[in-house]
Every structure is written in structure tokens, then in C-alpha cells.
């Protein structure tokens, strides 16, 4: 019997398979979701978790950490949508009537500002206006209400700054400032003013809290640490949770000495309409840690003050089909992980990022395995409006197909990795504040390689103010990138074409259509001299022999031409077989060191165009310019083509 007991015993450890799966069914009004988190750990063999419709609102993370030898499964209910919620329900809106704070607002706010006592609804942490890991935001029917501020948009423009140590001819280190609007007067007596604003450069914005303003001088002090850059005169600023900046519908300011809460409601506003306040502080809602094989399916997560879900050293996770929405920070973050996949998913109203991946060693060239698919990314960066874009990587091999990127004041990919490739996505209304990016932008590393961006789709990238926005923005030294069978449509702003390159090399522009746009392709060019001092430079030097080794025996053979003639053929891209209609010039600021064949300008300039998008890109056209077909019709979401000209 004994002997019976050890064989079987024996048999289920060496086939955990077998085991039946236990499943964890779950309700708002049933099992406590928290405490069925805390069950799994305790199975062995494969789990699913499952949600039935409804809202769970929850106020610390929910976790699984070091699972591993089954399958675990987190998901809806056949036909069921539940909702994840780190936000509470506010109530009680009353009219403002206290007088201190009626004399304080704006004169045409009276009377439509409403009151609500959070200390009263017991809610103690309040957070900061202005700290990304502890912002609070408000919501009306799923709407972001903005911060009171003045201006509502658009920017105030200081006058001199006055930090005594000079960084150079144009910038102060410290933060001190003079102004010379009337009502920043208004302000020195606000509890917890900040400034929004551009202090040195239109593509870093940043915010700092006001120490002091002195109404005599009009000088404004701001507190350390001070913004990198440092401080210019005449820079783009804003007051942030001002009091008397309460103006508009849609704005609000929270009292966090009194717990009271100030809103102004938009015009549509009715008692009833559901107003909510984020709540939940973890990093994430959701956290899958030293997990393997463990997917994430139809969940949508609400209203968190940081992230919706965490993924780090893990292995096979999937993330299908789920929905971040209103995060003050991002959607998802992975981390050290290996073969993860996002796919059919949808984040939006976040403000900052959409997904962060780190993965993969460049080192070795040892693939992530990251996959995001057929996903939208929109409405985002609305707290930090740069260097948050809807995907951010760093690592080795990446895959992005099929997804659909809109609604960034910046850039919607930030590349910081080797072997990676965009396809079959649509970049759209980006760009939309920032200067000097691109929807795709990579920057100032040489030992960068692999990366392909073919056929995608660009459309309505414009922005910028003193250099310009691009669809694709190779920065600083980043060469040898593939970019073909694009199309780019009302792209480029400025100086930028919508493709953009400075000062890098090697770079193939081929077989791309592009279509009322600034120009095709610009250009930033390095002289020889700066390039040669560049590849001196401790941090290059430690990206291309530590970080990686270009010279070694991987990189050779996987990227010869990478360290050959390294200080060779600078400036030198590869341009070729692409076609550009009713653009202002095909090229801007090509100093002749490019190599260009096959390139057609049509109705370049003032010429109108006579032909539409469809045209050029029928296959037959396209063959008689010498191009080779594009499959516009599988570009964009699956099952959603992002062009469509009917049949």
C-alpha cells in the first residue's frame, strides 16, 4: 500500500498536468476579489480566476508572485465586462457659499462653483497636485477635469530670469524669474501654487512648486530641485493650482489643509452624473511577479493614481483584450521579463505614458519576446506632455503590428532598443505641443541596430515650434534603420520632413509615398569634426564597447558594417524609389552627401494636387515610378483598416 502512495505521489509530480484546474469565481457581491488573490498561491496545477460583471473596487494591489508550473488565468465571465476601481465615488456637491473662498475666485465663477467636504467621505490622503507618484485627478462621466490654472491654454511668457550662476549665454541655473502680468500678484498668497512650463527648451516641459513671489519686484522664486536645463528669459509658463485660476467648466482645486474640494462642472453637468476621484496610490492595481505562464483576459482598470498593471521577471504572460483607463501615470509597465504579449487591448486618458517595456540584452542580442498587437494607445501624456509616449522600450526585440496611436502632445514611440519592428500601424494627431520630435522617435545611440518601421500609416503630424515635428525622427547619431512602404499624409512641421535625420547615417528611406506633407525627408547634418569628437565622448564610448561591444565577435558578424568605417561616410543616407506628391519640396537642407536615386516629386510646391491618396497608391502607379506595391489595406487595427476609400 505504502509502495502504491510513493508511485502515485510520484506520477503527480511528474505530470502536474493532470491535475484538475480549480477556478475562483468572483462578484462585487460575492467572494472579496482581494482575498481570492490571496487563495491562488495556495493551489497547485492550473487556476482560473473569474469575474463576473460589475465594478470591484479595490484599495491596494492585487497580486501573484512567484506562480509557476501551471496555468493561471484572470478573467471576465463569458459575456461579462468587470471593472477594476482604484477611484471613489464623490458626493454631496453642494453650492460654493463661503465667503472666503467666494472673494478668492473669479468674479464670473460665482455661483457655479460647487463645494464637497472629502474629509467628510473619508477620504485622508489627498495626495499632490503636481507629483506623479501621488497625483489625484478628477472625473466627471469619465471626463479628466483639469487642475485650476491659469491660463486655461496656451502659456504665459516670463520676462528675465535672475539665477545668479550662468549656465551659458542664454540660461540661469536657479529658478527665479520676473514677471509682468498684473494678476500673477493674486498668487502670493496661494497655500500650494506651482508652475507648469518650457523653462529652457520646447521639447521638456516640466513642473515646480512657487516658493515665493514678490509682488514688489514681480519676481517668482521656485523651489529645488530646479529643472534640469535651467531657465531663459522669455519661457512658456502657467500657474497650476491657483485658486483664482478656477475660471472655467471642467476645472477644480482641492483644499488639502480643509479636505474640501472646489469644482467648477461643465455645462452638461446634472445631479446624479457620476463624479470620481482617483484613490488607489500603489504603483499598480494589478502585479504579476516571477510568474509563469499567466494571462490577463477582458479586465478593465480604472482610475488608479499610478499604473493599471505590473509585469516583471516573468515568462509567458499574456495580456488579452483589457482596458486602462483615467491612471495618473501609465497603463502597463514590463519589466525583465521574457516572451510577454499585449494584444486587443485599449488605454487611454492617462497622464503620462501607455505601456513601458524593458526587456531582452542587447548584450547578447537575447530577444524579449514583447509583443503588442492590435492595440490602441490614446489620449495620453496629459499630466507630463513629453518623453511620455504610448510605448517606450528599451531592449532587445520588440514587435509592434497593427495597433493604433493617437491624442499625444509628443512622440508615440520612444525606441531605445535593438532589433525591433513597427508594422501595419496607424500614427495620427501627434505631436501635438512638443518641438523638435517625431511620432517614432530614437535617439543619440550608434550601436542602436535592426530596427524596421514598414508600412505604417502617418497622417496629421504638424506640430512643433522652432525645429518642427516628424512622423520619424532618427536623432543624434542614430543610423543604419530601415524605413519602407510608409505612407505619410500631412506630415512634418517646420524645418521637418516626415522623415527626419540629424546627424546620423546609413539610414534606408525606400519605397515610402508621401502625401501632402512639409517636405518628404529633412535633414540635420553633422560636420565630420563634430562626429569625430561625438565618438569620443564617455557616454558614446560606453554605449558602443560596454553597453555593447560593437567590435566583438556577436556584433561583427550580426552588424558588419556597424564599426567598419565608423568615421566614414557621414551624412550618407540611402534615399530611394520614393514618391512625394503635393509636397513643399521633396528634400530639406540635403547637403549633397546622401545618396538618392529614384525619387519623383509631383505637384511639389504651389501646385495643386490632382490626383488623391487612393491614386498613387493603386499597385500599377506605383509600379510605373519604379515602386514595389504597399498593402495599405492590412494597415491599422485588425478588421478595421485605418484607409479606406470604398470599393
Known amino acids: 500500500m505504502r509502495l502504491h502512495l510513493i508511485i502515485a505521489a510520484s506520477l503527480a509530480a511528474l505530470f502536474p498536468i493532470l491535475l484538475p484546474a480549480k477556478d475562483y469565481h468572483v462578484s462585487p457581491k460575492g467572494k472579496n476579489l482581494e482575498k481570492a488573490f490571496k487563495s491562488i498561491p495556495n493551489e497547485s496545477g492550473d487556476v482560473r480566476l473569474i469575474l463576473s460583471d460589475g465594478d470591484y473596487f479595490i484599495s491596494g494591489p492585487l497580486s501573484l508572485k512567484g506562480m509557476k508550473?501551471?496555468?493561471i488565468t484572470i478573467e471576465a465571465a463569458p459575456g461579462a465586462g468587470p471593472v477594476i476601481r482604484g477611484d471613489r465615488v464623490i458626493k454631496g456637491f453642494k453650492p460654493l457659499k463661503d465667503k472666503n473662498i467666494l472673494n478668492r475666485i473669479p468674479a464670473s465663477s460665482r455661483g457655479k462653483v460647487l463645494q464637497t467636504s472629502l474629509k467628510a467621505l473619508g477620504i485622508k490622503d489627498l495626495g499632490s497636485p503636481c507629483v506623479?507618484?501621488?497625483l489625484v485627478d478628477l472625473y466627471w462621466k469619465g471626463e479628466r477635469q483639469k487642475i485650476a490654472a491659469y491660463?486655461?491654454?496656451?502659456?504665459?511668457?516670463?520676462?528675465?530670469?535672475?539665477?545668479?550662476?550662468?549656465?551659458?549665454?542664454?540660461?540661469?541655473?536657479?529658478?527665479?524669474?520676473t514677471y509682468k502680468e498684473e494678476i500673477i500678484d493674486s498668487w502670493a498668497d496661494e497655500p500650494d501654487a506651482w508652475i507648469y512650463g518650457y523653462f529652457r527648451w520646447d521639447w521638456k516641459d516640466h513642473y515646480q512648486k512657487v516658493a515665493s513671489i514678490d509682488t514688489k519686484t514681480r519676481t517668482i522664486t521656485l523651489e529645488e530641485p530646479w529643472h534640469f536645463y535651467g531657465y531663459r528669459d522669455a519661457f512658456k509658463f502657467r500657474g497650476v493650482n491657483i485658486i483664482r485660476g478656477l475660471d472655467s467648466p471642467g476645472e477644480y482645486f482641492i483644499d488639502r489643509e480643509k479636505g474640501m474640494l472646489y469644482w467648477y462642472p461643465p455645462e452638461e453637468y446634472a445631479p446624479g452624473d457620476e463624479v470620481t476621484l482617483s484613490l488607489c496610490g500603489s504603483e499598480f492595481m494589478m502585479e504579476v511577479a516571477d510568474c509563469?505562464?499567466?494571462?490577463?483576459?477582458?479586465?478593465?482598470?480604472?482610475?488608479?493614481?499610478?499604473?493599471?498593471l505590473g509585469v516583471s521577471d516573468s515568462e509567458g504572460v499574456t495580456i488579452d483584450g483589457v482596458k486602462a483607463f483615467r491612471f495618473g501615470s501609465d497603463a502597463i509597465h514590463v519589466d525583465s521579463s521574457h516572451d510577454v504579449k499585449i494584444e486587443g487591448c485599449h488605454f487611454g486618458t492617462l497622464g503620462h505614458s501607455g505601456i513601458r517595456l524593458v526587456g531582452g540584452d542587447r548584450k547578447t542580442l537575447t530577444p524579449s519576446g514583447y509583443v503588442v498587437d492590435n492595440t490602441i494607445v490614446e489620449n495620453i501624456s496629459l499630466f507630463q506632455h513629453t518623453y511620455e509616449p504610448s510605448i517606450f522600450f528599451n531592449g532587445c526585440g520588440l514587435l509592434v503590428s497593427h495597433c493604433d496611436f493617437s491624442r499625444c502632445p509628443s512622440s508615440a514611440m520612444r525606441l531605445d532598443g535593438s532589433e525591433v519592428v513597427v508594422e501595419y500601424n496607424h500614427f495620427h494627431d501627434l505631436v501635438q505641443e512638443s518641438d523638435d520630435q517625431g511620432a517614432i522617435d530614437v535617439f543619440y545611440d550608434y550601436s542602436l541596430r535592426g530596427l524596421v518601421i514598414r508600412y505604417n500609416l502617418w497622417e496629421n503630424i504638424k506640430g512643433g515650434s522652432l525645429h518642427g515635428a516628424a512622423g520619424i525622427r532618427f536623432d543624434d547619431m542614430i543610423s543604419g534603420q530601415m524605413v519602407y512602404g510608409n505612407i505619410f499624409?500631412?506630415?512634418?512641421?517646420?524645418?521637418?520632413g516626415a522623415v527626419q535625420i540629424h546627424g546620423g547615417k546609413d539610414n534606408v528611406v525606400d519605397n515610402n509615398v508621401f502625401y501632402n506633407c512639409n517636405f518628404g525627408v529633412s535633414f540635420s547634418p553633422w560636420g565630420q569634426d563634430l562626429w569625430d569628437e561625438a565618438l569620443t565622448r564617455p557616454v558614446v564610448v560606453k554605449k558602443l564597447f560596454e553597453d555593447v561591444d560593437i567590435n566583438g565577435e556577436l556584433y561583427q558578424s550580426r552588424y558588419p558594417d556597424l564599426a567598419k568605417d565608423i568615421h566614414?561616410?557621414?551624412?550618407?543616407?540611402?534615399?530611394?524609389?520614393?514618391?512625394?506628391?503635393?509636397?513643399?519640396?521633396?528634400?530639406y537642407n540635403d547637403t549633397g552627401q546622401n545618396y538618392m536615386k529614384n525619387n519623383h516629386g509631383i505637384s511639389i510646391e504651389e501646385n495643386p494636387v490632382t490626383e488623391s491618396l487612393e491614386y498613387y497608391l493603386n499597385p500599377e502607379v506605383l509600379e510605373r515610378f519604379g515602386l514595389k506595391p504597399i498593402p495599405w489595406r492590412e494597415i491599422g487595427l485588425k478588421g478595421r483598416p485605418a484607409l479606406f476609400f470604398g470599393d
Not at 504665459?156 to 529658478?175: C, F, H, N, Q, Y
Not at 499624409?489 to 521637418?496: D, E, Q, T
Open 489 to 496: 499624409k500631412n506630415v512634418g512641421a517646420v524645418h521637418f
Open 151 to 177: 491660463p486655461d491654454a496656451g502659456f504665459l511668457i516670463s520676462e528675465e530670469a535672475l539665477g545668479p550662476t550662468v549656465v551659458d549665454d542664454m540660461t540661469r541655473k536657479e529658478g527665479i524669474f
Open 292 to 308: 509563469e505562464n499567466v494571462t490577463i483576459k477582458g479586465l478593465t482598470f480604472v482610475g488608479g493614481r499610478r499604473s493599471a
Open 568 to 587: 566614414a561616410n557621414v551624412n550618407r543616407n540611402i534615399i530611394i524609389n520614393n514618391l512625394m506628391v503635393g509636397c513643399r519640396s521633396m528634400f
Open 69 to 71: 508550473g501551471g496555468n
Open 132 to 134: 506623479k507618484e501621488s
